[in-house]
């Protein structure tokens, strides 16, 4: 089987990037279909000159990411289905062996909780307060030395309008960043610099107004955005989520819909989209000419594998608003971040950009596109990566020590995972209430950011955001959040 | 007449300021009437064992600002109606005598224009693009001492999520400086830091929309002001704007009104509202259950006389909501500016804000703060008053020596001004088309971010945004387009 693959040297990308790009569009597209064989890596290796290893590690993300196969000597193959095992809560490997099955069979509706968004009054000593970033994994230095030297030339950027849709050097890095990272191919026009996630999310949902006449939404969800879509004045249905994300299957049958979803991370339970699922939305979309909001709010911290394709990089930006953010990459306190539109709203995009806000600051904005252009933000990335998974190993080996068996999810990304509580424990909002007299942060959904619009969920579900939080206080917590459940499980049993 | 007044040495408040403040709230209350006098300066002082200089000080604003009047020897008395002229484009009196009466006929409607928003293409080479503030003027040195001080510490701000509302710090400052320069009394809490002005806006139109039935707007109006009306599923009232401001004798009678209105520099034409419609409009929001929105954009720069209270300081804040930015007065490139609700809406506001952006960026908040709090605010206004003073009277000098008896609005205050060109002249947007072909930028109130919803209007006003050029470019400029003027002219009667 000959591969119809256009290779160059000169890109940007690398070239296995290339490699793994171009075979995909070719599955996605139905040109190489399921049962196909793959051509040896030493052949194709050969054929485009480029070292076999290159080949091997196209390959390699092509089967992790589930759309080929590797059969014993046989050969790889396209995937019949899409294998959905390896995009779910893959987890630490050895840990989650140990760990038993995931939380909930696939096709169960997961959880779904009644509450309101929480948080903000005084702090609990040791705090797993949800999206909160390592303040000392800031890059002070760096930004300091950016910053002084923007402030140094006496420029008019302090005193003009920017281009409201966003610094164009911004743009242009963020666009390159998504390219290489999310496998997004997206021009610097699509993107729309915005104030954090929220003033995003808010811009998809003001420019998709006059074409959307029902809201979708996936059930529990992210409190930021079930905010928005009830000041709509539109229909909200809710859909369930399983272990393999939001329930497709679940999906109304509406014409001109907006959803929202965060496929990377499912806020809050933490679990993967399956791409048979992302492959499914996106179906359902093109059917009843909806549009999706792709919320990526914390995929930059995968600790495990490569990074899932984003939605919007299936797509290929027709139908998908892709929202991301610096809050939990880089800093909160920049609030920057930002839209990828589809390309024929970009225009309105900016325009809209314009009437909310009218573009973000100048310094941020200039500090960022340095930042990620020379290679900083890479760097940043990794090395925080390094830091939230030391963290991350240490809360779920603690609470394996002190807990028989816990069932974790969304343990695989992102700033926080949840406990899911054995039978015969109290409730999560009782043991939220408990930890916090005791000077320990730990939380339901309903304060955890999460809000849920049917009210019928589990209440078993507790939240670790760790990213804050040193080993060793991380250590010290779970302890006493053990003392704290024996104590109240032998006053219950006397 | 004994006045009922408690001063407060240590108050923040200045004494005169104390004595202003209480007296004007008992002419506004009705407990001063119309006729009544003040009592002598030299009793008052004897009475509150204060300077004498204090209380004139005092007496000479509320003469000023046309609340009170001195009759000869005998006194100075409540006046019957607050007279107007005071508060009218007072302009530069020398400059003002020759120039002859104010461009219209109180309550004659002044000017509304057909239009849409413009600029933004590449700029002229002397460009009066309305709005924009002098680059050199941005208080560079002392910015980057302030920033690279907060970047120096490793604090947890830049990775925290801040209060949505804005840091406290700032919000105190913003209300110390209302305080002290627009005669408004507001509290910490009601004061939510703004991505610049026209995030405010959005704000209160968000806050507003479960309140409003109706939407009202001088006309014509700020470009950035009619995109979010007409961005609403609700009527709009467009309301003519005579030489003092809007024509509150055309105001709806339509209860749960909303209306925009920028009293102290009315945009685009300059014009500033009188103390009598000040309070017309007041009592129509009253009798009609309607809010207001007060946008006080440029009103930092008053040229002559005190700097006219504010409707918010009028209203003692329970149906205004003022809008101001530090657009022009800092930068626009940082992005802020503020909303002041009425104390109901506070809670409110500041979870809307948390809706909408979840807050504004740490730096630019803290290093604004600091600068206000240390005096470097006030210091930076002073100084830039006196250059753009200096620019507005280059403008209006080389506008005298060129065109006879030119009729200019709005330079009172601000950074532009009007000339409403003579008859026989062509055309503003003519005029801008063949200055535009010969490097000079004025605008044509369409082109120059004014909307007009009737399109009913003359189209003889040219603006000019004075003060980023240097009084060299200004008078360069002047000559060029006189030199072009005299050859269209002299095409035309050929």
Same mark, same amino acid.
């Given at each position: 089987?000959?591969?119809?693959?256009?290779?160059?040297?000169?890109?940007?990308?690398?070239?296995?990037?290339?490699?793994?790009?171009?075979?995909?569009?070719?599955?996605?597209?139905?040109?190489?279909?399921?049962?196909?064989?793959?051509?040896?890596?030493?052949?194709?290796?050969?054929?485009?000159?480029?070292?076999?290893?290159?080949?091997?590690?196209?390959?390699?993300?092509?089967?992790?990411?589930?759309?080929?196969?590797?059969?014993?000597?046989?050969?790889?193959?396209?995937?019949?289905?899409?294998?959905?095992?390896?995009?779910?809560?893959?987890?630490?490997?050895?840990?989650?062996?140990?760990?038993?099955?995931?939380?909930?069979?696939?096709?169960?509706?997961?959880?779904?909780?009644?509450?309101?968004?929480?948080?903000?009054?005084?702090?609990?000593?040791?705090?797993?307060?949800?999206?909160?970033?390592?303040?000392?994994?800031?890059?002070?230095?760096?930004?300091?030395?950016?910053?002084?030297?923007?402030?140094?030339?006496?420029?008019?950027?302090?005193?003009?309008?920017?281009?409201?849709?966003?610094?164009?050097?911004?743009?242009? @890095?963020?666009?390159?960043?998504?390219?290489?990272? =999310?496998?997004?191919? %997206?021009? &610097?026009?699509?993107?729309? *610099?915005? /104030? +954090?996630?929220?003033?995003?999310?808010?811009?998809?949902?003001?420019?998709?107004?006059?074409?959307?006449?029902?809201?979708?939404?996936?059930?529990?969800?992210?409190?930021?955005?079930?905010?928005?879509?009830?000041?709509?004045?539109?229909?909200?249905?809710?859909?369930?989520?399983?272990?393999?994300?939001?329930?497709?299957?679940?999906?109304?049958?509406?014409?001109?819909?907006?959803?929202?979803?965060?496929?990377?991370?499912?806020?809050?339970?933490?679990?993967?989209?399956?791409?048979?699922?992302?492959?499914?939305?996106?179906?359902?979309?093109?059917?009843?000419?909806?549009?999706?909001?792709?919320?990526?709010?914390?995929?930059?911290?995968?600790?495990?594998?490569?990074?899932?394709? @984003?939605?919007?990089?299936?797509?290929?930006?027709? =139908?998908?608003?892709? %929202?991301? &953010?610096?809050?939990?990459? *880089?800093? /909160? +306190?920049?609030?920057?971040?930002?839209?990828?539109?589809?390309?024929?709203?970009?225009?309105?995009?900016?325009?809209?950009?314009?009437?909310?806000?009218?573009?973000?600051?100048?310094?941020?904005?200039?500090?960022?596109?340095?930042?990620?252009?020379?290679?900083?933000?890479?760097?940043?990335?990794?090395?925080?990566?390094?830091?939230?998974?030391?963290?991350?190993?240490?809360?779920?080996?603690?609470?394996?020590?002190?807990?028989?068996?816990?069932?974790?999810?969304?343990?695989?990304?992102?700033?926080?995972?949840?406990?899911?509580?054995?039978?015969?424990?109290?409730?999560?909002?009782?043991?939220?209430?408990?930890?916090?007299?005791?000077?320990?942060?730990?939380?339901?959904?309903?304060?955890?950011?999460?809000?849920?619009?049917?009210?019928?969920?589990?209440?078993?579900?507790?939240?670790?955001?760790?990213?804050?939080?040193?080993?060793?206080?991380?250590?010290?917590?779970?302890?006493?959040?053990?003392?704290?459940?024996?104590?109240?499980?032998?006053?219950?049993?006397?």
């Amino acid at each position: 089987m000959e591969l119809a693959l256009t290779l160059h040297a000169s890109s940007d990308k690398s070239l296995q990037a290339q490699i793994f790009d171009q075979v995909r569009s070719l599955i996605l597209d139905g040109r190489l279909q399921a049962g196909m064989s793959l051509p040896p890596t030493r052949l194709l290796a050969e054929r485009f000159q480029v070292s076999r290893n290159t080949v091997v590690i196209a390959y390699e993300r092509l089967v992790a990411e589930g759309y080929v196969e590797a059969r014993g000597t046989s050969g790889v193959f396209v995937t019949e289905i899409p294998p959905d095992d390896l995009l779910l809560i893959s987890g630490p490997r050895e840990l989650l062996r140990s760990n038993g099955p995931v939380p909930a069979q696939a096709g169960e509706p997961l959880l779904c909780f009644a509450g309101s968004p929480g948080g903000g009054e005084d702090r609990p000593t040791i705090d797993f307060w949800v999206g909160r970033s390592a303040a000392s994994g800031f890059p002070f230095r760096v930004w300091r030395r950016i910053a002084t030297k923007l402030l140094s030339g006496e420029s008019q950027y302090l005193t003009d309008y920017c281009d409201p849709a966003g610094l164009p050097q911004l743009r242009k @890095a963020i666009a390159d960043h998504l390219g290489r990272t =999310r496998g997004m191919q %997206v021009t &610097t026009e699509q993107i729309i *610099v915005t /104030a +954090g996630g929220q003033d995003a999310l808010n811009l998809v949902m003001n420019l998709m107004r006059g074409h959307t006449e029902h809201l979708c939404i996936e059930n529990p969800c992210y409190a930021g955005a079930s905010m928005i879509f009830q000041a709509e004045q539109l229909p909200i249905e809710p859909v369930p989520v399983d272990s393999e994300g939001i329930r497709t299957d679940s999906l109304p049958n509406k014409r001109r819909s907006l959803i929202y979803v965060t496929p990377s991370h499912q806020y809050p339970t933490g679990v993967v989209m399956s791409l048979s699922r992302r492959l499914a939305l996106l179906r359902w979309a093109d059917e009843t000419d909806s549009y999706i909001m792709e919320d990526d709010y914390d995929s930059d911290f995968r600790y495990d594998g490569p990074p899932l394709t @984003a939605l919007s990089g299936l797509d290929r930006g027709r =139908r998908v608003f892709y %929202v991301g &953010t610096f809050s939990k990459s *880089v800093g /909160a +306190g920049l609030r920057l971040g930002f839209a990828v539109v589809p390309r024929i709203f970009s225009d309105d995009a900016r325009m809209l950009k314009a009437r909310m806000s009218n573009g973000q600051s100048w310094l941020e904005q200039c500090a960022l596109a340095e930042f990620i252009s020379d290679g900083h933000f890479d760097r940043h990335i990794r090395k925080l990566r390094q830091l939230y998974k030391s963290r991350r190993d240490a809360l779920i080996t603690a609470l394996r020590k002190r807990f028989r068996d816990p069932v974790i999810s969304g343990q695989d990304s992102g700033l926080h995972l949840v406990w899911r509580l054995p039978k015969g424990m109290p409730n999560a909002l009782t043991i939220q209430m408990k930890a916090r007299a005791a000077g320990i942060g730990v939380y339901a959904l309903s304060s955890g950011g999460a809000f849920d619009f049917d009210g019928t969920a589990p209440d078993d579900m507790l939240m670790f955001g760790y990213a804050s939080l040193t080993e060793n206080k991380i250590v010290e917590s779970i302890e006493k959040l053990h003392a704290i459940l024996r104590a109240m499980s032998s006053a219950g049993s006397r």
